[in-house]
Protein backbone atom coordinates (compact mmCIF):
# COMPACT_ATOMS: atom_id res chain seq x y z
CA UNK A 1 0.00 0.00 0.00
CA UNK A 2 2.88 2.29 0.42
CA UNK A 3 6.09 2.40 -0.53
CA UNK A 4 8.76 0.10 1.55
CA UNK A 5 10.50 2.77 3.36
CA UNK A 6 12.38 2.08 6.68
CA UNK A 7 12.01 -1.80 5.81
CA UNK A 8 10.60 -2.11 8.92
CA UNK A 9 9.16 -5.40 8.65
CA UNK A 10 12.59 -7.17 7.70
CA UNK A 11 14.83 -5.27 10.52
CA UNK A 12 12.33 -6.46 12.68
CA UNK A 13 12.93 -10.27 12.27
CA UNK A 14 16.26 -9.72 11.52
CA UNK A 15 17.65 -8.16 14.68
CA UNK A 16 20.92 -8.76 15.84
CA UNK A 17 19.79 -10.81 18.93
CA UNK A 18 21.25 -13.57 18.55
CA UNK A 19 19.33 -16.29 21.12
CA UNK A 20 16.65 -18.56 18.67
CA UNK A 21 14.55 -17.95 21.52
CA UNK A 22 13.90 -14.49 21.23
CA UNK A 23 13.68 -15.07 17.28
CA UNK A 24 11.26 -17.50 17.42
CA UNK A 25 8.99 -15.34 19.49
CA UNK A 26 9.69 -12.55 17.49
CA UNK A 27 8.39 -14.97 14.80
CA UNK A 28 4.99 -15.50 16.33
CA UNK A 29 4.50 -12.48 17.63
CA UNK A 30 4.67 -10.80 13.82
CA UNK A 31 2.25 -13.62 12.70
CA UNK A 32 -0.19 -12.94 15.48
CA UNK A 33 -0.61 -9.55 14.70
CA UNK A 34 -1.56 -8.42 17.53
CA UNK A 35 -2.49 -5.05 18.05
CA UNK A 36 -0.78 -3.52 20.80
CA UNK A 37 -0.51 0.60 22.18
CA UNK A 38 2.74 2.14 20.97
CA UNK A 39 4.33 5.74 22.77
CA UNK A 40 4.80 8.20 19.98
CA UNK A 41 7.15 11.16 20.28
CA UNK A 42 5.90 14.16 19.02
CA UNK A 43 7.47 18.02 18.97
CA UNK A 44 6.26 19.93 22.15
CA UNK A 45 2.97 21.40 21.90
CA UNK A 46 2.16 19.56 19.03
CA UNK A 47 0.44 16.51 20.80
CA UNK A 48 -2.85 17.57 19.33
CA UNK A 49 -2.16 18.18 16.19
CA UNK A 50 -0.51 15.09 15.98
CA UNK A 51 -3.61 12.67 16.79
CA UNK A 52 -5.72 15.18 14.57
CA UNK A 53 -3.06 14.53 11.70
CA UNK A 54 -2.91 11.29 12.28
CA UNK A 55 -6.81 10.28 12.60
CA UNK A 56 -7.20 12.18 8.93
CA UNK A 57 -3.79 9.78 7.27
CA UNK A 58 -5.55 6.91 9.13
CA UNK A 59 -9.22 7.47 7.20
CA UNK A 60 -7.53 8.47 3.99
CA UNK A 61 -5.28 5.53 3.65
CA UNK A 62 -7.65 3.44 4.95
CA UNK A 63 -5.77 2.64 7.57
CA UNK A 64 -8.64 1.62 10.32
CA UNK A 65 -7.95 -2.36 10.00
CA UNK A 66 -4.39 -1.54 11.46
CA UNK A 67 -4.68 1.74 13.92
CA UNK A 68 -7.17 1.65 15.77
CA UNK A 69 -6.59 4.77 18.64
CA UNK A 70 -5.05 7.81 19.52
CA UNK A 71 -5.09 9.30 22.93
CA UNK A 72 -3.36 12.27 24.24
CA UNK A 73 -3.88 11.97 28.45
CA UNK A 74 -4.67 14.99 29.54
CA UNK A 75 -6.80 16.28 32.49
CA UNK A 76 -8.67 19.60 33.90
CA UNK A 77 -7.53 21.99 35.38
CA UNK A 78 -9.43 25.36 36.97
CA UNK A 79 -7.52 28.57 37.17
CA UNK A 80 -8.73 31.45 39.43
CA UNK A 81 -7.76 34.49 37.98
CA UNK A 82 -9.19 37.74 38.50
CA UNK A 83 -12.32 36.25 40.80
CA UNK A 84 -13.10 34.23 37.48
CA UNK A 85 -12.87 30.60 36.73
CA UNK A 86 -11.46 29.24 33.62
CA UNK A 87 -10.96 25.55 32.21
CA UNK A 88 -7.98 24.67 30.35
CA UNK A 89 -6.97 21.21 29.65
CA UNK A 90 -3.18 19.73 30.60
CA UNK A 91 -1.32 17.31 29.14
CA UNK A 92 -0.44 14.56 31.57
CA UNK A 93 2.61 13.16 29.52
CA UNK A 94 3.46 16.39 27.59
CA UNK A 95 5.76 15.46 24.19
CA UNK A 96 3.91 12.42 23.99
CA UNK A 97 0.82 10.50 22.49
CA UNK A 98 -0.37 6.95 22.39
CA UNK A 99 -1.34 4.45 19.50
CA UNK A 100 -3.02 1.67 19.50
CA UNK A 101 -2.18 -0.48 16.20
CA UNK A 102 -1.07 -3.78 14.55
CA UNK A 103 2.90 -2.62 13.83
CA UNK A 104 3.98 -4.16 10.48
CA UNK A 105 5.32 -2.11 7.59
CA UNK A 106 2.08 -0.02 6.23
CA UNK A 107 0.94 1.09 9.98
CA UNK A 108 4.37 1.96 11.05
CA UNK A 109 5.02 4.00 7.73
CA UNK A 110 1.77 6.34 8.88
CA UNK A 111 2.42 7.10 11.86
CA UNK A 112 6.21 7.89 11.56
CA UNK A 113 5.39 10.09 8.62
CA UNK A 114 2.99 11.93 10.02
CA UNK A 115 3.87 15.70 10.39
CA UNK A 116 4.75 16.51 14.25
CA UNK A 117 5.92 12.51 14.73
CA UNK A 118 9.26 12.76 15.60
CA UNK A 119 10.01 9.17 16.29
CA UNK A 120 8.53 6.27 18.21
CA UNK A 121 9.92 5.20 22.11
CA UNK A 122 12.42 2.47 21.72
CA UNK A 123 15.63 1.63 19.58
CA UNK A 124 15.28 3.40 15.76
CA UNK A 125 14.13 -0.20 14.34
CA UNK A 126 12.33 -1.50 16.48
CA UNK A 127 9.84 0.43 18.12
CA UNK A 128 8.91 -1.42 21.47
CA UNK A 129 5.08 -1.91 22.72
CA UNK A 130 3.91 -0.58 25.74
CA UNK A 131 2.49 -2.97 28.89
CA UNK A 132 -1.15 -3.39 28.62
CA UNK A 133 -1.17 -2.35 32.17
CA UNK A 134 0.80 1.11 32.22
CA UNK A 135 -1.74 2.47 29.31
CA UNK A 136 -4.89 1.07 31.57
CA UNK A 137 -2.88 3.23 34.00
CA UNK A 138 -2.47 6.20 32.61
CA UNK A 139 -6.11 6.41 30.34
CA UNK A 140 -7.31 5.51 33.98
CA UNK A 141 -5.62 8.41 35.50
CA UNK A 142 -6.76 10.92 32.88
CA UNK A 143 -9.90 9.59 33.14
CA UNK A 144 -10.73 10.03 36.91
CA UNK A 145 -8.37 13.19 37.37
CA UNK A 146 -10.03 15.57 40.22
CA UNK A 147 -9.75 18.75 39.25
CA UNK A 148 -6.85 21.51 39.92
CA UNK A 149 -7.26 24.52 40.88
CA UNK A 150 -4.69 27.58 40.39
CA UNK A 151 -5.04 30.45 41.60
CA UNK A 152 -2.56 33.66 40.77
CA UNK A 153 -1.54 34.55 44.89
CA UNK A 154 1.40 35.02 45.93
CA UNK A 155 3.28 35.28 49.56
CA UNK A 156 2.40 38.91 50.54
CA UNK A 157 -1.17 39.05 49.01
CA UNK A 158 -4.27 39.88 51.12
CA UNK A 159 -7.14 37.31 50.74
CA UNK A 160 -10.61 36.81 52.13
CA UNK A 161 -11.88 33.43 53.48
CA UNK A 162 -15.11 32.61 52.13
CA UNK A 163 -16.02 28.88 53.52
CA UNK A 164 -14.92 27.44 57.15
CA UNK A 165 -14.60 28.16 60.31
CA UNK A 166 -12.63 31.23 59.43
CA UNK A 167 -15.09 32.50 56.94
CA UNK A 168 -15.37 36.61 56.41
CA UNK A 169 -11.72 37.16 58.15
CA UNK A 170 -9.20 38.63 56.28
CA UNK A 171 -5.72 36.82 55.80
CA UNK A 172 -2.28 37.87 54.56
CA UNK A 173 -1.07 34.77 52.32
CA UNK A 174 2.26 33.46 54.59
CA UNK A 175 3.13 30.20 51.94
CA UNK A 176 1.90 28.53 48.67
CA UNK A 177 1.39 25.23 48.07
CA UNK A 178 0.39 24.88 43.99
CA UNK A 179 0.67 21.36 44.04
CA UNK A 180 -1.68 20.89 47.00
CA UNK A 181 -3.82 23.48 45.89
CA UNK A 182 -3.37 25.04 49.02
CA UNK A 183 -1.75 27.89 50.89
CA UNK A 184 -1.11 28.95 54.69
CA UNK A 185 -2.46 33.03 55.73
CA UNK A 186 -2.18 34.70 58.82
CA UNK A 187 -4.96 35.73 60.00
CA UNK A 188 -5.91 38.32 63.09
CA UNK A 189 -7.84 36.39 65.70
CA UNK A 190 -8.90 38.19 68.64
CA UNK A 191 -5.76 40.61 67.93
CA UNK A 192 -3.53 37.95 67.47
CA UNK A 193 -2.02 36.94 64.33
CA UNK A 194 -2.86 33.28 63.61
CA UNK A 195 -1.53 30.70 61.08
CA UNK A 196 -4.66 28.80 58.98
CA UNK A 197 -3.80 26.17 56.25
CA UNK A 198 -6.68 27.27 53.82
CA UNK A 199 -7.25 25.48 50.34
CA UNK A 200 -7.82 27.15 47.05
CA UNK A 201 -11.25 27.04 47.11
CA UNK A 202 -11.57 28.38 50.70
CA UNK A 203 -10.29 32.15 49.71
CA UNK A 204 -10.95 35.08 47.40
CA UNK A 205 -8.07 37.78 46.62
CA UNK A 206 -8.98 40.76 47.78
Not at 163 to 175: H, L
Request: hydrophobic residues 30%; proline residues 3%.
Amino acid sequence: MVENEGNFEQEEITSEDTSSDVDTVEKKSSKKNEKRWYIVHTYSGYENKVKGNLEKRIEYMNMSDKIFRVEVPQKTVTQIKGGKKQEKDEKIFPGYVLVEMIMDEDSWYVVRHTAGVTKFVGSAKRPIPAKDSEIKKIINRAGSQTQKIELDVKVGDKVRIVSGPFAEFIGEITEVYPDKSKLRASVSIFGRETPVELEYKQIQKI
